[in-house]
């Protein structure tokens, strides 16, 4: 029997003949071998054995080993003899190991500021594909609001017209007349390119605005104070701060700024509820400027139920009275129905 036969790639003596002729079969056909995939039979020739290997993975070709002492080295001996026979296959897959595997390029380390100087330029020049009009958008309200956008407070309506879709965006957080106004964008081919380009424009039309501008880089709580101001219900102490020739005072408390609409109760129903706020609907529709904010809810705190302990929930049917302030519609003295 031969023993340490050279192979392109390594030498492969009959020790490790059985374990490499399974490596290499598995390399080969990329998957893992079982027992039906190399068979060997083993026959006896008075004190010697010689054995046949049958590779049912490569088309079940057959390899005999030499005469040896025992089973054990007559298997050894067929499956090197099958590996001298796929010497070039082997020397092939041993080449194609060698290459890395990873070619792409290595990219170098950044330092943390290097890596936040990347992101700023990145989002100025709009490289970032998560940041799009409708975000920068909403970015931009909150920095003029001076708090987080409540649900609804960004409202986009987007209509199937001639050539695809056109969308218009009404932004209800922004102050004065600019929360009346409503924005279109251009036709597009699908909602979500219509919703951006409406969000586009009402981005552009805001920052081009020297007071609006001005008032999203203000820091929050800038040209605050405290004094007194007269209102429809007497006077009171609060904080003031003006825009543009607008002046608003900040609430104290829950019925800061409201002023009651109708003199009747109204019944609806309790849409959503948070613990210590939620959202109602009326049963009847609402005639107020303000009625469609917010998709038509009307913001209930858990102050305004009425007696001590009540508890609502969504679904609940409920009777209230309706005011407005400067947010919008609201349920005061709340009951269930």
Known sequence: ????????????????????????????????????????????FGPQYQSIVKLNCFSGQEYAGHLSISAKEAEKSAAHQALLAYASTIE???????QPKNRRKIQQQLTPQQLAEKKAKQAEEGENPAITPK????????????????????????????????????????PGDWAGR???GEVCSTKQKAEQSAAGIALEQILADPELSAEAERPKGKGRGKGKGKGEKGEGKGDYWSYGGWVWQASAGPDDGRQRVGEGMLTGEILEWKETYGWLKADTEIDHPAAGFREGKIYVNKKDLGGEGAEVAAGSKVKFFLYEDPAGLGAEEVVAA
């Not at 409202?155 to 957080?173: D, F, N, P, R, S």
């Open 1 to 44: 029997m031969e023993l340490g036969v050279p192979l392109p790639g390594g030498s492969l003596a009959p020790a490790d003949a059985k374990t490499d002729l399974n490596q290499f079969c598995q390399r080969y056909c990329k998957r893992p071998v079982t027992k039906q995939d190399i068979v060997y039979v083993v026959n006896r």
């Open 92 to 98: 092939a897959l041993a080449e194609k190991g060698d």
């Open 135 to 174: 975000t920068k958008l909403n970015s931009l309200c909150m920095k003029i609001a001076k708090r987080y956008l409540q649900k609804g407070e960004t409202v986009y309506t987007c209509h199937k017209v001639a050539g695809g879709y056109q969308a218009t965006v009404k932004l209800v957080a922004l």
């Open 182 to 184: 409503c924005w279109a």
